[in-house]
């Protein structure tokens, strides 16, 4: 039998993972920021306009916290259930303003 040459799409899905471009910190970077800001977005077609904290979440989240995020965006019936317990924003590090100081990271719901 043959061997099935991959189509165009399956060759591009693939990619990522053999092409250094996509491991370059800017490619991860720009990869979250467009994770973070779909999410932003079908967060405030299903619950309205979002609250300041859960803003601030998005903006520092991780892409493994966006990805579980996306995952109970399906389910869940509050913004509370898809981000979890409103926390203070998490800094990356201490500023001379004194307002925004570090906290712990809260725990990944």
Known sequence: M????????ELRCTRGATD????????QDAMRY???????VQLKTKFGRLPKW?????????S???????????????IEGVLG?????VYASSTSAGSMR????????
Do not use: C, G
């Open 34 to 40: 467009a994770l973070a800001k779909m999410l932003r």
């Open 54 to 62: 859960a803003d601030e979440r998005l903006k520092v989240a991780t």
């Open 20 to 27: 250094p471009f996509y491991r370059s910190p800017y490619a």
């Open 85 to 89: 317990k409103k926390y203070p924003p």
């Open 2 to 9: 043959a061997k099935r040459r991959p189509r165009s799409t």
């Open 102 to 109: 570090s906290h712990k990271n809260p725990p990944i719901t």
């Open 64 to 78: 493994v916290q966006i990805d579980r995020w996306m995952k109970k965006f399906v389910r869940a019936e509050t």
